[in-house]
Every structure is written in structure tokens, then in C-alpha cells.
């Protein structure tokens, strides 16, 4: 990572819930832009405003099959020679300027030659066979059809050549994209996606099968490289690592041994989880203190989640230290990873939303809580299954309600945390 660094407010241990988010958004920079593709651009942040480098429509057009006419009824049918070529099909009704009383076939999109005041169409029209060929109104027309300038397209009409048609810091969806190729531009200039590596720890830990009394199934392998996807981070590399200090501190240096180390050390963000812990087998405080990283959240007062650390290493790579709880892991990837990845992507912090509680909830004085629910009926109600290690409650959930120490009431206005993925019943706002 390029650049100055950003600057740190002084470590405050077990921040808050609320300083946590801001810090993590804070500590990021905007990732320098590279030029990609318009078909590489879907999902990305515009880095420098996209320009009509043309007029859109670049040229007149008509907005019907028809003919292009000048002047008042009969017209006389002008016919282009030499017959077009297939690409140019749309161009030869443009070849000659029109003189008041002619009239030319034209389609859809052909270019409207100068000199010509109207399109009149196909279907309220009729040509007689006479030579040459002259065109009336049918009796199908409106009795002032053609109007002056129907069914003609300017030139400029949606843009001006050098006009902004996408601003700067826009997250580019399909239609978008269109807007690009349509304004002539065949590559984007955008931010570059935050490059992730995910180390995950545990020896506990099973990738398959059934887990025997002390062992665990691994959640985090078949989860976590897809959900940073849906953040808008790309996933360099995954390793998993034994239990043990030594293997910890060699993979958050900076030494590449083969092309996993090499990523993970010439990315943007290392993704940890598990050993937040202050045990004897929890190793990850001890490797950051050892690799000289500088603690920048350490402990947040919420639950799940409370042991999460976010850290710089000296090279400028961040650690994003989840804990090993599945559930506490999630909170801590919405509370700290996403608003990490929003500032790496240039992007706006995501969106406050509300939700009116539909039960009372007991306060849990110094902690905030995150807690999966369904939303029925505009009430958001929290799941049974809330605890660190379960699933099934975000598994379910529309949204997670955000509670306040002092817990809350019935119909109570509470924020809530929009999931990065589609749901029955999205928060409102």
C-alpha cells in the first residue's frame, strides 16, 4: 500500500460498538484506480467522472421505420444510389439533403438527412406507384401528422460531448456500464478492489464429515470467501494454520516462501479467525506483537464479537482478527471488516437503517448486542438463536437489530444492519 497513512486516534481498548465502525472506515485510504474493461467494471467504484466523449445520440436519428420528409404533402420519393451496403444500411438514408416535397425511406435509428422536418411512419403512410414514387398520409394519420420534428432524435439529445454522464465515486451497476460504451468508452478508470487473504486457525477444526466430541466443522472455509466477494473485496489466497505461535508470526510476514505467502503479503487486508483469545492456545495478540503490528481496535463492547482486533502490520497490510465463534465472527465482519473494505473501495459508509423492536429486551449494561431477526408485520423480532457459536438465527434473519446497553421496549426505534445478501423483509430505512 502506496502513500501516506492515514491518522490514528490513540488504541482505546473495548471501544464502543459505534467507535469501532468509524475507526475501522477511518483507518482505510482509497486503493489507487486501474483501467479495466467495461465488461470487468460491473460491482466497481468509479475513481474519475466518465465523460460523453461524443454527443449522445451522436448524430439525428429517427425513432421509427418510415420516411424522413420536408415540406407539406405529396412527397416525392428520393431514392439513394448506389443501393447500400449492409453496414451502412442505417447511414444511406442520410446520403443527400432533403429539398421541401421530398420524402426518403428511413428505419429506425437511420441517420435523418439534412433538410428533413419530420418522420412520418411506416403505417401512416401510403406510397403511390407513379414514377417517381410519391408519398400521402393514410387515412390512419393524425390530421397534423407529421408535427415538426416527430419522431426525430436529435444529436446531443441525452448528452453533450464532454458532459458528465457518471460522476466520480459512482458503484458502477449494468446500466451504467451501457452508459459508458454508449458515450464511447471502451475501458473505466476504477478503484481497485481491496485484495483480501484468509488465514484461518484451529486445530480443532474439520473440513468434512461428522465432527467427534472436541472437534469442530469448519464454517469459516466454505463462507468467508464468498461473503468478502459480496463486500466488493477480492480473495487472493486462503491458508489454514496449526495451532502454533511460530506458524502464526511466519504467515503475517511479509517473507513469501511460494505464491499463497506471496499474496497474502502483497495484499491489502488478512483476514484472521479464531486465537483472539488471551489463552495459553491462543497465539494471534502474541504473533502481532511480535511482527510489530500497531493495534488499532482491541476488544469491542458488543456481544457477539467482543474479542475482535483490528491491527496494522508495518508494511501497511491490515489484520482483521475475527473470533472463532461463528456467529461472534459475522458480527465482527459487519461491525469492522465491511466498513474497513467500504473505505479501502472509496465508497460511502453503508446506509443507517431502522427498525421498531417488536418485543422488550433487558438491558446488558457496557454491551452492545447484535442479534439476528425476522421482520413481520414492521416489527423486528429477535431470534432464539443468538448466541456466539449459532447459526441458524442469521441464517434466517432479515436484518440484525443493533441494541443499546439499556436494552429496549416494544415498538421502540433501534438501528439495524442491512445483510449483504437478499432477504424476505429488508430493513426500511
Known amino acids: 500500500m502506496n502513500g501516506p497513512l492515514p491518522v490514528i486516534l490513540p488504541l482505546q481498548p473495548n471501544t464502543s460498538w459505534e467507535q469501532a465502525r468509524r475507526a475501522a472506515y477511518a483507518a482505510a485510504r482509497p486503493l489507487p484506480f486501474e483501467t479495466v474493461p467495461l465488461a470487468e467494471a460491473l460491482g466497481h467504484t468509479l475513481a474519475s467522472d466518465a465523460v460523453a466523449l461524443h454527443a449522445v445520440p451522436h448524430y439525428a436519428s429517427s425513432a421509427m421505420d418510415g420516411w424522413a420528409v420536408s415540406g407539406p404533402e405529396p412527397w416525392t420519393i428520393v431514392v439513394p444510389e448506389p443501393d447500400p451496403e449492409p453496414w451502412q444500411i442505417h447511414k444511406e438514408s442520410g446520403r443527400r439533403p432533403l429539398k421541401s ?84 468508452h471502451d475501458t473505466l478508470p476504477v478503484l481497485r478492489a481491496p485484495r483480501v487473504s484468509l488465514l484461518f486457525t484451529g486445530d480443532e477444526v474439520i473440513e468434512s464429515g461428522l465432527p467427534d466430541s472436541g472437534q469442530v466443522r469448519d464454517t469459516f472455509g466454505p463462507q468467508l470467501p464468498q461473503l468478502v466477494e459480496m463486500l466488493g473485496a477480492r480473495v487472493d489466497a486462503v491458508r489454514r494454520l496449526p495451532d502454533r505461535l511460530d506458524d502464526v508470526i511466519a504467515a503475517l510476514s511479509t517473507d513469501a516462501v511460494d505464491e499463497t505467502s506471496l499474496a497474502m503479503s502483497s495484499g491489502d487486508v488478512l483476514v484472521t479467525t479464531g486465537g483472539t483469545g488471551i489463552s495459553d492456545a491462543d497465539h494471534l495478540r502474541r504473533a502481532l506483537e511480535a511482527v510489530e503490528a500497531e493495534l488499532l481496535i482491541d476488544g469491542i463492547a458488543m456481544r457477539p464479537g467482543h474479542p475482535t482486533l483490528l491491527a496494522r502490520l508495518p508494511d501497511g497490510r491490515f489484520v482483521v482478527a475475527l473470533p472463532g465463534n461463528p456467529l461472534a465472527a459475522m458480527m465482527a465482519v459487519f461491525t469492522v471488516l465491511q466498513p474497513l473494505l467500504e473505505g479501502l473501495r472509496g465508497a460511502a459508509p453503508a446506509p443507517e437503517h431502522h427498525v421498531l423492536a417488536g418485543v422488550d429486551v433487558a438491558p446488558l449494561p457496557g454491551r452492545t448486542r447484535l442479534v439476528p431477526c425476522r421482520i413481520q408485520d414492521g416489527r423486528a423480532l429477535p431470534s432464539q438463536y443468538f448466541r456466539s457459536g449459532m447459526l441458524r438465527g442469521l441464517a434466517e434473519a432479515d436484518a440484525i437489530m443493533v441494541l443499546p446497553e439499556e436494552g429496549c421496549t416494544a415498538d421502540q426505534s433501534v438501528s439495524a444492519l442491512q445483510l449483504p445478501w437478499p432477504v424476505k423483509q429488508p430493513p426500511a430505512g
Open 101 to 184: 416535397g421530398e420524402a426518403v425511406s428511413i428505419l429506425t435509428g437511420g441517420l435523418v438527412p439534412a433538410g428533413a422536418e419530420a418522420i412520418l411512419r411506416s403505417e401512416n403512410g401510403i406510397l403511390n406507384p407513379t414514377e417517381p414514387a410519391t408519398l400521402v398520409t393514410a387515412a390512419t394519420a393524425r390530421e397534423d401528422e407529421p408535427r415538426l420534428g416527430e419522431h426525430i432524435r436529435p444529436a446531443g439529445e441525452e448528452a453533450a460531448a464532454g458532459e458528465t454522464t457518471i460522476p466520480a465515486g459512482t458503484v458502477l451497476n449494468p446500466a451504467h456500464i451501457a452508459l459508458a460504451a454508449v458515450c464511447g
